[in-house]
């Protein structure tokens, strides 16, 4: 074995035993790498070590041993297998100079913007091999370009962006289907998950700090088949790093930034990995705790930087290798997140205008601190069992989420209630909601023509949502004006299954489907003053369906892939209860909607794998739109609101340099239009669907070049465009964003067990406007705006140990 080293540990003797039948086409180290873990359901990690360039290829039936001497033959990169489900790559120690040799360079450090294996499809596939819109962001991009939150993400995914209410407050919006950029009883467009569990309903986004990942995952389009309600749009999943049987090892990171005009930030995190029974039982433990200063004043209330925002938490992992088949990982999460205030700024001028040049800087107004608070609590468990026939795999998860707001309500009281000059009204609103999911799922080996898996779902959904506006008098004095106590009990059963057949040289096609059934039962106490009528409400709905899967695709010996794809994706139907007035019958509940997803794609490869593309076109028909929306008094109602045709084209394409440079560029246009509007919902409905521009884009690019035998230099520059658009559907509402660009530029030097890190964001002090909302009781009568966090610098050391 040329060029390879090996390492062997106790234990290795059964992986190497047995064989696998192997089929890899012409690849480069990398990729040949990726598939061979997955033909194997083995994780090979460090597949970057061995660069982008080389061609390799395998066919026949070989143990896993054999498999990788055979590949890595001649490569820049050798292996260790580390116990029976893991392999370790590694780059080759630079050789033994000559006698008289020519200058050596220092080896280039292994590329930051790789290619990850993703399992969000349910079985693990490189992305370039899967008929869908598929992007992933490795643990180390993560890492180095700071990306600590989803919101710090999107730049780097085609297509998916956020809303900017404030930390914990947001909405992910994918392909720019969006159903309004209000947070209300709908449910989800984009299903997020926690490795198997999903983490939310129709609560914002719980903003979970992203620290000590394996990597972030999307799938853009309907995933109705596999997924269920609520992945009408994609799925965007974290994955955490799972527990090391065998080695020890700890982290530790911390920066400190500075705000033009603000208060201080800093934020710290760590972990530490401890195998207790080396190869059969370890622990992983991640704590940390940031705090972003404020940096907007409100001067009716004489505070400066008010919009201070305190996040902590942490996870504690298990992983135990019960036997060479079973497998299990427990998992539990906490975190707690504070903001004092919001981030929103009211504007002189029209509801429909844009700040002028050279007016005064943006402050808040309000006469009540806007806080919010999100609480997430997780606690799951996964076992798999690996056979001949195929795997089984079994997950259990039990999510905890509590958050709450108060805003300002003073705008609401005149007209609706009596009050007296100088009233203050608040309105504070709160949801506890506690999620339990099973879900099995049994899946052929991945060898072969024909390849399944099949699974079944349940879950169960208890949400209380009490809300209440009090009137803050002189005195002091405070009355409760108008209180409501929900509750609504959600239950979901799924049968969902896929079956991938090779049928001719390279052409392969999908079939899937879900057969599913929703019920929803929706209790409500509302006490209202008067001239007002107090009211109950309790009602129930149960919605059937099936959510089909058809996909074509056609792979090349060169590793290109085409494909064409038709799925779809659907969320069930609720009920209203909220208002001051009785709700007409009409109006009390609202229906399903649906999105059939009709999709052609291509991704390739070109210049020694140095160029990477990917690209489709799509057209989505979206039915029966569901949008939270809110009354002239304020309160939210949800309705079906329209139909909607979006034409869409997305592309992803990177390139690295033999000199050490990187580029990554991504964008999306998506083209709306809105059909068969619902006259009930508003006298005139925009022509585009809201919250989302026709254009966006990001631009990453990362130079990296080792500066001594133990030193590196890396250079990142990252740039997010987000174009124009309006608000809501209501035409006559909706105020407009203008486009504006996000911007972070950092350096870094690092060594085997330490980074070091400077960096600015918002370099050129943008402060266009990110969000024209914040508050339901005023929007429309005030101009509201969210301007960026204006430049920020800052360092962060991180070590390793």
Not at 30 to 55: E, F, K, W, Y
Not at 123 to 139: E, K, N, Q, T, Y
Not at 150 to 168: D, E, H, K, S, Y
Not at 190 to 217: K, S
């Amino acid at each position: 074995m040329s060029g390879v080293a090996l390492a062997c540990v106790a234990g290795r003797a059964e992986a190497a035993d047995s064989r696998f039948n192997l089929a890899i086409p012409p690849r480069s180290y990398a990729d040949a790498l990726i598939d061979l873990g997955l033909q194997t359901n083995v994780s090979i990690l460090g597949t970057a070590s061995c660069g982008a360039g080389g061609v390799t290829r395998l066919r026949g039936r070989f143990t896993l041993d054999e498999a990788l001497a055979r590949l890595l033959d001649d490569a820049p990169c050798r292996y260790r297998i580390v116990d029976t489900r893991t392999v370790r790559i590694t780059a080759n120690p630079v050789a033994v100079a000559q006698p008289a040799p020519a200058p050596v360079e220092p080896p280039r450090p292994p590329p930051l913007l790789a290619e990850v294996v993703v399992t969000a499809t349910r079985r693990p596939v490189a992305m370039d091999r899967l008929p869908a819109g598929v992007s992933a962001i490795s643990g180390q991009q993560i890492a180095a370009t700071g990306s600590v939150d989803i919101g710090r993400t999107v730049g780097q995914l085609a297509g998916v962006q956020t809303t900017n209410l404030g930390p914990g407050r947001d909405k992910l919006l994918v392909r720019g289907l969006s159903d309004g950029a209000f947070t209300g009883r709908t449910r989800s467009t984009v299903g997020t998950y926690l490795d198997e569990a999903p983490i939310n309903y129709n609560a914002p986004d719980p903003d979970l700090r992203l620290v000590d990942l394996d990597r972030i995952e999307i799938i853009r389009g309907p995933q109705g088949a596999l997924y269920g309600s609520g992945a009408l749009a994609g799925v965007y999943r974290i994955v955490t790093r799972k527990p090391e049987l065998e080695s020890m090892s700890a982290g530790l990171a911390g920066s400190l930034s500075a705000t033009n005009g603000g208060d201080e930030s800093y934020e710290v995190d760590g972990y530490i990995n401890v195998p207790i029974v080396p190869g059969r039982l370890a622990a992983r433990l991640v704590a940390y705790d940031d705090l972003q200063g404020g940096y907007l004043d409100n001067i009716n209330l004489g505070l400066a930087n008010v919009d201070q925002t305190r996040r902590s938490g942490g996870r504690l992992a298990l992983r135990a290798q019960i036997s060479n088949a079973w497998r299990m990982d427990i998992a539990g999460a906490v975190q707690n997140l504070h903001s004092n205030d919001t981030q929103y700024v009211t504007v002189a001028g029209s509801t429909a205008s844009r700040p002028s040049a050279g007016a005064p800087p943006p402050v808040r107004t309000n006469s009540v601190r806007e806080a919010h608070n999100n609480d997430f609590t997780y606690a799951g468990a996964t076992i798999q069992g690996d056979f001949d026939w195929g795997s089984l795999t079994s997950s259990a998860s039990y999510v905890h989420h509590v958050y709450s707001s108060q805003y300002d309500a003073s705008a609401t009281l005149a007209g609706n209630f009596v009050v007296r000059t100088g009233d203050i009204g608040a309105y504070f609103e709160a949801a506890n909601a506690d999620m339990l999911i099973q879900d099995l799922m049994l899946r052929s080996p991945g060898a072969g023509r024909f390849n399944w898996l099949v699974g079944v779902y349940t879950a169960r959904t208890v949400e209380r949502t009490p809300s209440s506006l009090k009137i803050l008098s002189v005195g002091p004095l405070v009355t409760t004006a108008y209180a409501e106590s929900r509750k609504d009990r959600r239950s979901e059963y799924a049968f969902y299954g896929e079956g991938v057949y090779d049928f001719a040289d390279g052409w392969s096609a999908t079939v899937g489907g879900r057969i599913f059934e929703n019920r929803v039962h929706t209790k409500s106490d509302v006490a209202v003053t008067l001239p007002y009528d107090s009211r109950s409400f309790d009602r129930t709905r149960t919605f059937q369906g099936f959510s089909p899967k058809i996909a074509l695709q056609k792979e090349f010996q060169s590793g290109d892939l085409i494909y064409a794809l038709v799925s779809e994706g659907y969320r069930s139907g609720g009920f209203n209860s909220s208002g001051l007035f009785a709700i007409a019958a009409r109006r009390a509940t609202f229906a399903p909607d649906r999105l059939r997803n009709y999709e052609i794609g291509a991704k390739f490869r070109r210049l020694n794998n140095r160029l990477n593309v990917r690209a489709s076109v799509y057209v989505n028909d979206w039915s029966n739109i569901q949008t939270d929306q809110y009354r002239p008094s304020g309160l939210a109602y949800t309705a079906n609101v329209a139909d909607a045709r979006i034409v869409g084209l997305e592309a992803e394409a990177s390139y690295d340099w033999p000199f050490g440079l990187s580029l990554q560029v991504n964008g999306l246009f998506a083209d709306s239009r809105i059909r068969n509007a619902n006259a009930d919902f508003a006298a005139q409905v925009t022509g585009a669907l809201p919250g989302v521009p026709k254009a966006s884009g990001g631009l990453l690019a990362v130079y990296q070049r080792s500066l001594t035998d133990d030193l590196a230099l890396r250079l990142i520059g990252e740039a997010n465009y987000v174009g124009p658009s309006s608000l809501s559907f209501n035409a006559s509402l909706s105020p407009k964003m203008e486009q504006y660009l996000r911007a972070r530029l950092s350096v870094e030097i690092a060594a085997d067990t330490w980074r070091a890190t400077a960096f600015v964001s918002n370099p050129f002090n943008d402060t266009g406007d990110t969000f024209a909302y914040g508050n339901p009781f005023s929007f429309g009568q005030l101009r509201q705006a969210t301007p960026q966090r204006p430049r920020t610098f800052g360092v962060r050391f991180a070590t390793n140990f």
